[in-house]
């Protein structure tokens, strides 16, 4: 069974770090690009990064809001991948969710299993 | 980044209900979107790819359809478990980016 989780949301001060993990089982993790997606309080999904396997070169994708502060990696021996979150503002709350991605060649991207999602709350 | 209009944000529907959900680009993304449903405290569930195609295991009764920038997502008979909400999501190119959400109420 392909299963995702989240892990290490926490509260933390604006300006702090923070770094999440999505431990993943069920499917051969190396093989796979890897998503991570959030939504805060009353709004919709944003993307926040992406991961490629290293079957495409395992590069990584950001979204402007959080390009150069945020970094997305994977340990692909133990299945996991992370998001380190620095210099965090309050508008980076929200549930963070990790997702696997699927693909046909490498280029396009959609994601057919996600966790449970975990909170981060950016706050003084 | 291409902008994904999504409409109605929300919808008020009955058990049984046929409903159409539209999911708008701002450009030309040929059938790259995907459709999700996303309940409170659950896991995002995806529910179509390439446009068109069923996720194994969803329901037949979700259809979506569409090309270039016009693309729908069909439910053609409310279930109580549908009651939640969808975002179309586009992955022709990054940044990907998700439509607003559509809230199904009863």
């Known amino acids: 069974e392909v299963q995702l989780v989240e892990s290490g949301g926490d509260l933390v001060q604006p300006g702090g770090s923070l770094r999440l993990s999505c431990r993943t089982s069920?499917?051969?993790?190396?093989?796979?690009?890897l998503t991570w997606v959030r939504q805060a309080p009353g709004t919709g999904l944003e993307w926040v990064g992406f991961t490629r396997s290293h079957l495409y070169g395992g590069t990584s994708e950001y979204a402007a809001s959080v390009e150069g502060r945020f970094t997305v990696s994977r340990d692909d021996s133990r299945g996991i991948a992370y998001l380190q979150m620095n210099s965090l503002k309050t508008e980076d709350r929200g549930v963070y969710y990790c997702g696997r991605g699927r693909t046909y060649g490498g280029v396009k991207y959609w994601f057919d299993y996600w966790g449970q999602g975990t909170l981060v709350t950016v706050s003084s | 980044a291409i902008q994904l209009t999504q409409s109605p944000s929300s919808l008020s529907a009955s058990v049984g209900d046929r409903i159409t959900i539209t999911c708008r680009a701002s450009q030309g993304i040929g059938n790259a979107l995907a459709w999700y449903q996303l309940k409170p405290g659950l896991t995002p569930k995806l529910l179509i790819y390439d446009a068109s195609s069923l996720q194994s295991g969803v329901p037949s009764r979700f259809r979506g359809s569409g090309s270039g920038t016009d693309f729908t997502l069909t439910i053609t008979s409310l279930q109580p478990e549908d009651f939640v909400s969808y975002y179309c999501q586009q992955f022709n190119s990054f940044p990907l980016t998700f439509g607003g959400g559509t809230k199904v109420e009863i």
């Open positions: 069920g499917f051969t993790f190396g093989d796979y690009g």
